[in-house]
């Protein structure tokens, strides 16, 4: 029997190393699906909810492997759910390939069902490489190009192909005019250097300062032992953009934590302070967080030009790999003997979190959302890996959650959508089976998807060798990141009818799909509970009850913002002393004298 166009399909995946395709099924890729049936499922169909769930997977799978994760879609409204998973992709540089089908070419232009126009409504979120396959003779090269285009841009693209074409026979291409043959899958490996002189440069710019910073983003992740060397010789403290936040663990005494609305009372400070900044890896957006302008002289790394001296007046920007370039770099720089900025830095962290672990403690009704993620903390393992979604959790994940050398952690940064947190901890998983995932998801992304897909994770978890998989809900009953957002940047009391939540109880809803839980609502309760999950042999959800109350103010939180709070208390917002006595309270611990010196 031939071969169809959609077992080469496959054939490509399989020479590309595609392990799995996460997908939903759908009559405009039932030749694709066909052909998985013929492959003994290799690479295996991983089944999300959604089609929305199979981009996130796609996308979490890639940014833990470093490999391109692929996802697959029918036509119509299958590829438009994979939309908002796709730009999630593109917004955070993630190497994804999705393959969409589409009406039969014979109905194409008919107004037929389920037939949408895919190269108009794929053109932005696949800008770097979209192709429709019209004969089986386009296949090879437009897969290969869409996997190294994706590889080489870190970008999403899509190989839309028809449903009639997917079950005629393959023909490859010929040594003909007009055929477009490929060659072989392979590595994309290219490292990029900046030029010499300008490396020169920018290592007598970093000389010349003597309050050094250093911002690292997810560029830098492969640059770690890099930045350390940089730190040590400069006598810089490190910040962590959102997205770059497992790029060094947060034991190291110079490491500064997170930076701007999410960020830290150190790296808030050190940026204030210093008269030099050297970006790597990151396109952090809010200027305001860095130094002001003309304050001090920056120096910025970044393997892709188009993003570079954009966020601040930089003076060298270093076109290349982070890890290569800083090689380069390091051996022209001198050591500074003078240490007292790397010293008060070292005292800023040190009170920073010890000011957490106050503010973690502080009780609440019924449980403070930041002693959740603390008790983690003292028990996260060093090869784990930690998701987030959009929400206020994503506050207590980047300031109160201590990464250890070897933890692996992400979220939606740029795009910053509601529902990835479950599904990317399921691609984790796929990546790296014999990690423990841990998914840290407020009850609003919870409802909106992460329900659903915990029957994805219990019908796939026996695959794993290392079966946990813990999903911890922040439970209370309100969208409570917008909430605050009403609040202090408008004035505005919390409106119910938009905020509050239905009432569920997510440790119900997981024994009925087939996985043990643990319903929470005394703090004391939380170290056995992440004890017993983490010790568990398949998937646990934690549901704990969490005030909405606890404030997810930042270390430098404005008057404005402080004054609309308070102007939405008199405005009659529901329970507002409860928030302004909680809020009194968790700013209070700033203040508190530091331990070596009360």
């Known amino acids: 029997m031939k071969q169809q166009v959609g077992d080469y399909v496959l054939q490509r995946l399989r020479e590309w190393g595609v392990d799995q395709v996460f997908g939903y099924p759908g009559d405009g890729i039932n030749g694709l699906v066909a052909a998985f049936g013929r492959a003994n499922n290799k690479p295996q169909f991983v089944q999300a909810r959604h089609e929305e769930m199979a981009a996130f997977q796609a996308t979490g799978f890639a940014k833990f492997s470093g490999k391109v994760g692929v996802c697959t879609a029918t036509s119509g409204p299958g590829a438009i759910h994979l939309l908002n998973g796709l730009y999630d992709a593109k917004l955070d540089h993630v190497p994804v390939v999705a393959i969409v089908g589409q009406t039969a070419r014979s109905a194409m232009g008919g107004s037929y069902q389920q037939e949408v126009d895919l190269q108009s409504l794929f053109k932005d979120v696949a800008s770097d490489y979209l192709v429709e396959v019209n004969v089986s003779s386009q296949l090879p090269n437009a897969l290969d190009r869409a996997f190294r285009t994706a590889m080489t841009r870190h970008a999403p693209t899509a190989v839309i192909i028809p449903a009639d074409l997917q079950e005629e026979p393959y023909e490859p291409p010929e040594h003909e005019f007009k055929q477009v043959p490929s060659s072989p899958p392979h590595a994309v490996t290219a490292t990029v250097i900046a030029p010499y002189t300008e490396i020169e440069q920018a290592a007598e710019i970093i000389d010349a300062g003597s309050k050094v910073a250093v911002l690292v983003g997810q560029g830098a992740r492969s640059a770690a032992r890099e930045v350390v060397e940089l730190a040590e010789l400069t006598g810089a403290g490190v910040a962590k953009a959102l997205l770059g936040k497992d790029v060094l663990p947060d034991d190291l005494p110079f490491v500064t934590g997170p930076i701007g609305l999410l960020g830290s009372r150190p790296s808030y400070e050190m940026m204030r302070d210093c008269d030099t900044l050297v970006i790597i890896g990151s396109n952090f957006p809010y200027t305001q967080f860095m130094p002001e302008f003309g304050q001090a002289r920056a120096v910025q790394i970044d393997i892709d030009g188009t993003m570079i001296g954009m966020r601040y007046p930089t003076e060298v920007n270093l076109v290349g790999d982070a890890k290569a370039t800083l090689a380069e770099l390091i051996p022209l720089l001198r050591r500074k003997e003078d240490r007292s900025w790397r010293e008060k830095i070292e005292q800023n962290v040190v009170r920073w979190w010890e000011t957490v672990e106050r503010q973690a403690m502080l009780q609440a009704k019924p449980v403070n959302p930041m002693r959740v993620v603390w008790e983690l903390s003292k028990q996260l393992p060093d090869n784990a890996i930690v998701t987030a979604d959009s929400g206020s959790s994503t506050n207590w994940y980047a300031r109160c959650l201590r990464f250890r050398i070897g933890t692996r952690g992400s979220l939606s940064g740029t795009l910053a959508t509601m529902g990835p947190g479950v599904p990317y901890a399921i691609g984790a998983k796929f990546a790296h089976p014999e990690r423990p995932a841990i998914a840290l998801v407020g009850d609003g992304a919870m409802q909106m998807n992460g329900m659903a897909e915990l029957l994805t994770i ?54 009925c799909m087939g996985l043990p839980s643990v319903a929470i609502d005394d703090p004391d309760q939380l170290a056995d509970a992440w004890s017993l999950a983490l010790s568990a042999d398949r998937p646990v959800l934690i549901d704990v009850r969490c005030d909405p109350e606890v404030p997810p103010i930042p270390p430098h939180a404005t008057y404005e913002q402080m004054k609309d709070t308070a102007e939405a208390v008199m405005r009659g917002d529901p329970d507002g002393w409860h928030l302004m006595w909680q809020g009194v309270k968790t700013k209070a611990q700033e203040f508190v004298p530091h331990r070596s010196s009360s």
Request: proline share 6%.
């Open 458 to 511: 219990a019908r796939y978890y026996r695959q794993w060798s290392d079966p946990r998989l813990i999903v911890c809900v922040f439970h209370n009953n309100d969208l409570n990141q917008v909430t605050w957002e009403l609040r202090s940047m408008g004035g505005a009391p919390k409106f119910e009818e938009s905020q509050i939540l239905p009432e569920t109880s997510y440790a119900d809803l997981a024994r």
